[in-house]
């Protein structure tokens, strides 16, 4: 990362308070901004969601955000009436602890489902939590290391955008979704600026970067309990709210900056050897084109035979033919790796040895169908499924 | 198998002609009728579908169907215009043979997708099949063996039923779907009986006990380019067509048998460990039941936890969730074996030993999902997912 791309006004922490069993990862990560931050949030659609993200829905878009706490090792999920109470709990602490209302406080929590947190240990956390808040990269890091659960390392990106008021900072940090084992619930993200941007903008803004970016991975397509995204701009590197052309530079870089954050996901999904990009052209409307991507995506016969470098297009062309959108089979065309394999409803003449070399010495695979129905395309980025995926998910006991 | 079940007036052959790598296994397989027998088809609903499919669509239902060939090894599928010319010679040989018309000849093709046919061993092959038609177990064995592609074994069911006219027999076969490895496509069944039954009864009957049976099974949602199940009536027991409550009562015995036949794909799935069975009771409608009875057997987070014999039930409750079938969390319940796990958005007591316990002892597991939504109901079988599984469907090259 670049410590180029924090933002001014905002200061982060990271430690261990208990609720993950290894003493040296992060279980408990703040970020908070020194002025009253517009907040924007995007959230799972699942109907079985967990008590953090009903506080942080009931509450953006709001304009007097002060903080984001997030827990990891326990997803706060499935818990009922007391899972509220100490969502509730969690805010209040961390706003007593900083001299700000419980209301300005947003939650986040990933983890085991079905778990009552740990209050006390979660109190003394709010406390040493706001003692170690600082600014700069080091602790920038240690807050994106608090909410990771089985990832293997952090995920963050950020860019610096020019502006006619100066420079303006974006950072955003992640974690993993799905794939990511033993009853792990959960992506979670935050994106954070300097960027003054009005309420109805900045959930504008939110939400057509999580379309373009989170929206279009998928590693098992379980959506979570849990999942959320929110963004922060306290407007501390600008003179009110960005208009106009700043405004649309600014959406862009959130858009490119989320994009580059999210692939980090399936390139880490758990057991990952291959990040996979299935890019559908040629199709009457974007859903159509997304829908015939997200179900190629979505296929194991898929995932397996990318995992086994085979340029097995039969499994391609018929995860396409059942994703239920209608198109000429006369038109469509089959890439792997760019190189064309099926052509017109008949296969073409191709190496499967340089095909599957060309899997084999790339971390990503590249499959692209193009359709003659009309112009709109779509593109969802996923993992391979290996034996580590299974191991993984299935040696484990609740 | 029983063989009080086999219908009066059929023959069957399967022998090996040299598609399969593996002289032992049988790859073309006869089912003949000695007269005119009324024939229902269902078929694939992929867009990417195999000539053979397009050849029997075409056709039925038919009054005076003779033959259903298949051979296994290639499913014939994304091979365009000299793919359906193949298998009309494949029809045309075999009523050779036996002195019918071509048209009276149904085609169903297995293996893999992309390759032409060898005409020439299936030319000698019709031969040899025909030469070979015998009645009795083992010929119907053979046939049953000669679908089959990556199948532990061949997958058979039958019964008899009473009627006013004395008894008629019922023998099915089918082979397995999806999980069943490199680039083989296809879930193949054949259904035949001395009943006389008309084609719109036959039709309507094979559609009902399909929708009551493949389709309530799936391994990994691949629906395949070959999908086909063919019903044959050559009425040799009957005298016309049956009627009234002997129709009735054929229908349900055709409904029951093609559940158990259904019931041993998830079962025979590869490297499957448990048969899964997912049932939703208490939904507004069965669409809506069959819905999330499909998205809970096809997470694999769920199918994982059950490799472990783990009843991680968030994972089911969140895969119920995000189903897109609207409920109120507070009048769910999930029962693993017959256990109450979770009500109301509240985790329930139990001992995790005890379920995991059920879970290892078992062949199947169930899942049971109640709803206060209304009163349908669905259910669904599948398999769960195993490092078998992959290594099956990676480990192997185009």
């Keep these: 990362m670049d410590e180029k791309w924090l933002p001014l006004g905002f200061r982060w922490s990271g430690h261990h308070c208990g609720l993950k069993s290894d003493p040296q990862k992060p279980d408990y990560s703040l970020v908070v901004s020194d002025r009253d931050a517009v907040c924007a ?35 706060n999920a499935c818990t009922g009436s007391r899972g509220n109470a100490d969502t509730k709990a969690m805010a209040a602490d961390v706003a007593r602890e900083l001299g700000v209302e419980a209301e300005q406080v947003l939650v986040m929590s990933t983890g085991i489902i079905g778990e009552f947190l740990p209050m006390d240990k979660l109190k003394a956390a709010a406390v040493e939590g ?14 994106a290391n608090g909410i990771l659960t089985t990832d293997q390392g952090h995920k963050v ?39 003054g941007i009005s309420e109805a903008d900045a959930q504008s803004i939110l939400k057509e970067a999580v379309d373009q970016s989170f929206n279009c991975i998928s590693v098992e397509g379980h959506t979570s309990t849990n999942d959320t995204v929110l963004l922060l701009a306290n407007g501390a590197a600008t003179d009110g709210f960005l208009q106009g052309e700043d405004l649309g530079r600014v959406r862009s870089a959130v858009v490119e900056t989320l994009i580059t954050l999210a ?54 062309a018929s995860a396409a033919g059942y994703a239920g959108v209608p198109f000429a089979v006369s038109g469509f065309r089959l890439f792997l790796n760019e190189m064309l394999l099926f052509e017109g409803g008949e296969p073409c003449e191709f190496s499967a040895k340089t095909v599957s070399e060309s899997m084999a010495n790339g971390d990503t695979v590249k499959i692209r169908v193009e359709l003659q129905e009309g112009s709109e395309s779509a593109c969802i980025w996923t993992s391979d499924l290996t034996t580590a995926y299974v191991v993984f998910n299935s040696d484990y006991h609740t």
């Design 41 to 75: 949030g995007v959230y799972t659609q699942n109907l079985v969601c967990a008590a953090p993200v009903l506080w942080c829905r009931e509450r953006t878009p709001m304009q007097s955000a002060r903080v984001i706490v997030t827990n990891s090792g326990n997803a």
């Design 130 to 143: 706001v003692g170690q808040l600082e600014t700069g990269a080091e602790a920038f890091l240690r807050s």
């Design 157 to 195: 990106a950020g860019t610096i955008v020019e502006t006619s008021q100066g420079p303006i900072r974006i950072a955003t940090m992640a974690k993993g979704a799905g794939m990511i084992g033993p009853n792990m619930a959960t992506m979670l993200a935050s994106v954070v600026t300097d960027a």
């Design 263 to 316: 692939k980090q996901i399936p390139a880490d999904g758990e057991g990952a050897e291959h990040l996979i990009e299935v890019r559908v052209n040629g199709a009457a409307s974007r859903d159509d084109a997304k829908q015939i991507a997200e179900t190629i995506a979505g296929s194991n016969l898929v995932k397996t035979c990318v995992t086994g470098n085979d340029p097995n297009w039969g499994r391609i």
